[in-house]
């Protein structure tokens, strides 16, 4: 086998409008690593048919660039369930039987994230649902993966705000890869936040962050991000929406040609006086699919 660093990519996604089919937002997730071992670590995959199909051209690309003659999954986190994270497993598990998954990470506190799990038992019923608990470490390949948040702690301190403000409930995850750090929190808001804030203070510290909630409302704030104190941001977004996030008054026009107001302080906060390098996920393009290396 050739000699593979690992490395990491971010993925341009469709536009989301599983909650509120009138409207379309340029939010999503689809993040994957080749490991020095061959096989991949993905985050997500984005909303649906197109996703799915999208992603599994780029993990082949990546498979044929570095000499695999086939796509395997070590573990794919999904890390809560909202569909633009979780919306493409129906398709991608029904269609891509030459794709080996041993693991699926994921939360199964609500109908969606049950569902999600039967169809992939379904399709690949060799695959390990593994449900994470904080504090765990995992070793694939050379990465060291550590769980900083999982839903059941905060479901067990006040389990109706956790269902106001699901996207809490993502599993929290870094890496550390070649002595860096990348934070890969998902959707974590508020809730999560002010949990990871009390439990690590400035053990957040990481080199790379996953911007939380694609920079959206109840994100994190900016007292958080000072303590993750990133050099380089990574946010699952589209590049309209990136621009919307940070401009007071600067309205989103969904495709139903309504204006949204996106503007979030806590990341015109983080982004205002920032020194390192941002990299947006980027506009959705099936024919010619963005996708940006990171790491
Ligand atoms: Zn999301
Ligand atoms: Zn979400």
Known sequence: MKKIETQGYIVAVTDSSYNQPDHSFENGMSIFYLLSDGTFLIYDGGQGEEDSENLYKLLQKTADNNDLSKITVSAWIITHEHGDHMGFVDHFFATYKDVEVKEVWANTFYSWGKAMVETIVKNKPYC??????????????????????APEPLREIDAQALDRDN?????????????????????????????????????????????????????????????????????????????????????????????????NTHTHALVEDFKGQIIVAGTFDFENPVIKRFI
Not at 128 to 149: H, M, P, T, W
Not at 219 to 234: G, R
């Open 167 to 263: 996207n809490s409930a993502s599993i929290v995850t870094r890496l550390t890869i070649r002595g860096k750090t990348v934070l890969m929190p998902g959707d974590a808001s508020f809730l999560a936040w002010d949990y990871m804030k009390d439990k690590y203070g400035r053990a957040l510290k990481s080199d790379i962050l996953q911007v939380p909630h694609h920079g959206a409302n109840n994100a994190a704030t900016k007292e958080v991000y000072d303590l993750i104190d990133a050099q380089t941001l990574l946010f699952p977004c589209g590049d309209r929406l990136y621009e919307t996030l940070l401009n007071k008054g600067d309205y989103y026009v969904c495709k139903q040609g309504c204006p949204h107001d996106l503007y």
């Open 128 to 149: 390990n649902v593994r449900v994470v608990e904080i504090g765990q470490e995992y070793n694939l390949a050379d990465v060291k993966v550590e769980v900083l948040c």
